[in-house]
């Protein structure tokens, strides 16, 4: 069994656990031990793990990063008005070769997986993300993922696998499972044309910094679509972490990258949250510690609603157009708007009817306008393909 190979808990930190009041999350989340060993994942909800391994990085890591020092900073902070069960299974360190490395943490992803526990991923390198991925197969047919980052991370078609390269991978290895990738956060001068003009080929999304900061609430229909979340700490500014070396100054604030990780938590479809390229620095930990919380906050107020199946919760609105007859609904309880994207059939059904896509009031509102969403026509040639 792959959980064979999970390290428990840092005695460091379960000493400081000790010594916090009734309120801290470090009381209330089951962990990993020497003395008891694994938590019971019957009734858990959210599993942290660590994952030591950074022999992919693309600039080679100095030291390594300290996952036992964001746990420190984590369990500090106060627990919410949550019902989920938190456990913490502890570590997975460096295999003999990373493709080692890799296998438990897709096993291990995909256990939980399918104990819909969704697993909080803390590790140095993003190119965790493709274990991760790997985890879906055989459990899911089509996969969206979405990568909060500064770069597109496709690399060079010469690199096998690294965190600079690891999109390359899941794009082109079989079996290709993604349907969907989305990135949110880039920096124009960190990619090359190339690199963005890939992306609108293959009818990915891409949000820039820029429009991003600018509206935060753009990419809750992206995260509310995604089973992957991939977030490079890297996407943050360095005046946010402690002004590290490999930061930029340019990036999300503190604020605004714990907004995207709560939306990522309150999206139903989200199965597996990941955090990479940390690196040391108290105030590193200390952000790391506080993203996690959002997202934990916002599993918490997560609310599943399919239109279709729920039709009384939800407004319908048909907007005819010169080219096609777009179809919204709007939520009555959250506010959350869909459109229907006739090429993709819903897997919530085994009827042949339309996949509905996560989208905007602004949306739709372009919509009345005769203005198609991008979105909606990248989703529908996509269906077409």
């Not at 902070?77 to 299974?89: A, C, E, F, Q, R």
């Not at 620095?281 to 997202?295: D, E, T």
Request: with cysteine; glycine share 4%.
């Amino acid at each position: 069994m792959a959980f064979d190979f999970l390290v428990p808990v840092a005695d460091k930190v379960l000493a400081h656990c000790e010594l916090l009041p009734s309120q801290a999350l470090g009381k209330k989340v089951y962990k990993h031990t020497k003395r008891d060993g694994l938590p019971v994942l019957a009734m858990a909800s959210i599993a942290i793990l660590g994952v030591n391994e950074s022999r992919n990085a693309f600039e080679k890591k100095a030291e390594q990063l300290d996952v036992s020092a964001i746990r420190l900073e984590l369990y500090k902070l106060m627990l919410g008005n949550w019902n989920s069960t938190i456990v913490d299974l502890g570590d997975i360190n460096a295999g003999k070769e990373v493709s080692d490395t890799y296998f438990v943490v897709k096993e291990i992803v995909a256990g939980l997986t399918e104990e819909n526990i969704v697993p909080i991923v803390i590790g140095p390198t993003q190119d965790i993300t493709y274990p991760c991925y790997r985890a879906f197969d055989g459990l899911k047919n089509m996969i969206n993922l979405v990568s909060i980052d500064s770069r597109f991370d496709f690399g060079n078609q010469e690199e096998l696998i690294s965190s600079n390269s690891y999109m390359s991978k899941i794009i082109t290895d079989e079996p290709n499972n993604l349907f969907n990738f989305s990135s949110i956060g880039y920096q124009s001068y960190l990619n090359s044309q190339e690199e963005i003009d890939l992306m609108e080929r293959l009818f990915f999304d891409a949000y820039r910094l820029g429009d991003v900061i600018s509206d935060i609430t753009l990419v809750e229909p992206l995260l509310r679509n995604a089973n992957i979340v991939s977030l490079d700490a890297r996407a943050i500014r360095a005046s946010e972490v402690g002004m590290l070396d490999n930061f930029s100054p340019n990036g999300f604030t503190g604020r605004e990258i714990c907004a995207i990780a709560r939306y990522a938590g309150i999206s139903d479809k989200v199965a597996v949250f990941g955090l990479f390229e940390s690196e040391n620095s108290n105030q590193s930990f200390q952000l790391m510690a506080q993203i996690i919380w959002y997202f934990i906050e916002g599993y918490n107020f997560r609310v599943k609603e399919i239109p279709y199946a729920n039709k009384e919760d939800f407004t319908k609105y048909i907007v005819p157009s010169e080219s096609e007859e777009l179809v919204f609904y709007k939520s009555n309880l959250t506010d959350r708007w869909w459109v229907e994207v006739p090429s993709i059939l819903d897997s919530y059904n085994k009827s042949e009817i339309a996949a509905l896509l996560p989208c905007t009031k602004e949306d739709y509102i372009e919509a009345t306008n005769q203005n198609i969403p991008e979105r909606w026509f990248k989703a529908f040639k996509k269906g077409l393909n």
